[in-house]
């Protein structure tokens, strides 16, 4: 049974990063940027910068935690590549 | 050495380099021609998926346009990055588990249907000519300029590489030539980039440096330029224009067609494990992002630039690289209020588009152009959005050898991309349409010198692209990843994910996202430009983002007519179910 419950722990993950994923680009760069603009960090105003350098940096992030994820998911129900 | 000596020996050592990694690593069988030998480590696939996803319109075009749309511009920065996301959470691991050499392949293959594989080559060769002729442009732009020979020539040169190393070495010759590629590309970017910003605010790491303030005052860079924008009669830079329904729906269409990009997923295919398709998908990011991060500080940084060294200047006193551009006809000033000064403003400073030259010189030795001036705004200039980045170092006053790495940038990016896509178009014809489906009784060798003849006919077609340009390369960038998001990535989408799906849904599933998108596109691009705006588009959605739309209406059409017809063979859940698993 453990290959339908990788399956479905994958596609657990994978509803949780889309909806990060999501929320990065659709909340932070483009609904919400106007209203993100009147913080700023340094010379950039918050929404400004979430659409033109942290969405980019945010999905790199998420890449890379669902390769950390999906490792120990494939450690923990023993599923070896084949 | 002159600039142009320098550009000659920068862009004759990478031409060198690419040729010798060609003869390294010739493909010997098809293995090696279609997937290198799926021996490819994940982080020199990264840097391989990078420079063949990052063209000559993401080296070239990309700031310029950024430039000029200021936060609009955003939709770019965030749909050509945002896809990796879907291709290393949704597509590559599995497809690489899948373990064939195509992407027709695994239609064909899911979809039991040599009718499905057509539809998907179809589409496949669609999309793939569409970009590769925007390649060969930007191959001509840089030899024009840089190197002073005829556009034609340049692109024959072009094309004699790419020859060279995409017949003889294939996807492995592709891959390692990639990786050279991206090394002298981003070096290339960055060097003006850092140049740029220390000159600028002082601060060597532009992501940071166009959040930073001026040199010798303390004044912000971005407000300073917002300012600039608004005496000038443009939108504050830092603030958007586009209504949020149709900047997510164009955000959107290019992260699904990234997603579904042939000459992009092909490239998972040749790593040696899933767990390394994950990984690859990961680095190749982190490679774009270094790209992608700069652009937008560059567009900041050379739009102050510009505005800076031109304005209420006498055309007599302007810049070199003015008058350059303008030989080649990418700038033109046309002096409506007879000051005899450059107002650079907003609005378009003539009728008609591109400038018409004449013949002749006016007063102070400009180009005189036939267009008729507009009467409602003060603007004198045209500049054509594409010459930003390649302008910068001279509008920065940087060394020569500036420029010449950049001529040589531009030509990595060009190169890469049309290789890339080039290998797919032939492996679509050697593999599918003639091993899968009209001659499978041909053996490995032919098929290999099959793939050999049709990836030579596919850079002689994409050369006489580049030299009769088609009118229409800037309308059919849309077309190219509405179609990839619309039909491809539905299709493998669902393929990978849904068990029910059948051939029947997923055939009128692609062709009803063919249909409905090339339609909207052809209906508002080609047909009635005069009422290509918001108040006649469905649902306020431009063309640009009406991939996002044919998506669902994939959906919607394979998964209701699945539901109706019968289940998939047996054969077909155990594949799904193998591809599923590590």
């Not at chain 2, 400009?366 to 010459?387: A, F, G, H």
């Not at chain 2, 896509?421 to 009784?441: A, E, G, N, R």
């Amino acid at each position: 049974m453990t290959d339908k419950e990788y399956w479905k722990a994958n596609i657990k993950l994978l509803i949780v990063l889309l909806t990060i994923w999501l929320v990065i680009w659709f909340g932070f760069g483009i609904i919400l940027s106007d209203f993100l603009d009147q913080f700023s960090i340094g010379g950039f105003k918050l929404g400004f910068w979430f659409a033109q350098q942290g969405s980019i940096y945010g999905f790199v992030i998420l890449i890379f935690v669902y390769v950390y994820a999906m490792k120990r998911l494939e450690k923990k129900l023993d599923q070896k590549e084949k | 050495m002159s600039a142009q000596a320098l550009t000659y020996l920068f862009v004759g050592l990478s031409f060198t380099l690419y040729i010798g990694i060609a003869i390294w690593s010739r493909a010997d069988s098809t293995n090696d021609f279609y997937v290198a030998g799926k021996g490819v480590n994940p982080v020199a696939n990264g840097m391989a998926t990078a420079a063949d996803w990052m063209s000559a319109s993401s080296f070239i075009s990309m700031a310029g346009l950024i430039s000029f749309l200021g936060k609009d511009g955003s939709v770019y920065l965030m749909g050509w990055t945002g896809g990796y996301v879907l291709l290393a959470l949704l597509l590559a691991p599995y497809l690489r588990k899948f373990g064939e050499y195509t992407v027709p392949d695994f239609v064909g293959a899911r979809y039991y249907s040599k009718t499905a594989r057509l539809v998907a080559v179809l589409c496949l060769i669609f999309i793939s000519f569409t970009y590769v002729a925007g390649q060969m442009r930007g191959v001509g732009i840089v030899f024009s300029r840089f190197l002073e020979v005829e556009i034609n020539v340049g692109v024959i040169i072009g094309m004699i590489v790419v020859f060279f190393y995409a017949v003889l070495g294939g996807m492995k010759g592709i891959t390692y030539t990639q990786v050279a590629q991206y090394c002298v590309m981003i070096f290339a970017y960055l060097v003006p980039a850092i140049f740029i910003s220390i000159l600028i605010t002082g601060n060597p790491v532009p992501q940071l440096g166009f959040g930073d303030t001026l040199v010798n005052s303390s004044t912000y860079l971005l407000d300073k330029l917002d300012q600039l924008s608004v005496d000038l009669g443009f939108n504050a830079y830092t603030e958007g224009t586009k209504s949020n329904i149709d900047i997510f729906c164009i955000t959107a269409a290019l992260m699904f067609g990234t997603a579904g990009l042939p000459h992009v997923i092909v490239r998972f295919f040749t790593v040696p494990k899933v767990s390394d398709a994950r990984k690859s998908a990961g680095y190749a990011l982190i490679f774009i992002a270094i790209l992608y991060t700069t652009a937008p500080a560059v567009a900041a940084f050379s739009r102050v630039n510009f505005i800076e060294s031109i304005q209420e200047k006498s055309y007599f006193d302007s810049p070199d690289w003015f008058k350059n551009w303008e030989n080649i006809g990418l700038i033109a000033w046309k002096d409506k209020n007879g000051d005899g000064l450059i107002n650079y403003s907003a609005g378009k400073a003539f009728e008609e588009g591109r400038p018409n030259f004449l013949d002749s010189r006016g007063v102070q030795g400009e180009r005189e152009i036939k267009n008729p001036s507009t009467l409602d705004n003060e603007n004198e200039v045209y500049i054509d959005q594409d010459i930003m980045v390649l302008a910068n170092p001279e509008i920065a006053k940087l060394p020569a050898w500036v420029m010449a790495l950049v001529a040589a940038g531009g030509l990595a990016a060009a190169l890469s991309t049309a290789a890339g896509l080039l290998l797919v178009i032939s492996s679509s014809i050697s593999h599918d349409l003639l091993k899968k489906t009209f001659m499978p009784q041909i053996n490995e060798r032919q098929e290999l010198f099959f793939a050999r003849c049709s990836a030579a006919i596919a850079i002689l077609i994409a050369g006489l692209f580049g030299i009769y340009p088609p009118g229409f390369v800037a309308q059919v960038v849309a077309f190219a990843f509405g179609l990839a998001a619309s039909t491809i990535f539905p299709a493998l989408f669902l393929g990978i994910f849904s068990k029910r799906l059948n051939k029947e849904g997923a055939i009128f599933g692609m062709l009803g996202g063919l249909i409905f998108t090339s339609s909207y596109i052809i209906y508002f691009k080609f047909l009635f430009e005069d009422s290509n705006n918001s108040a006649n588009w469905f649902l306020g959605i431009s063309p640009e983002g009406i991939g996002f739309v044919g998506m669902f209406v994939n959906f919607i059409i394979a998964l209701s007519i699945s539901a109706v017809t019968d289940k998939p063979p047996i054969a077909v859940g155990e594949m799904v179910d193998k591809i599923r698993l590590p």
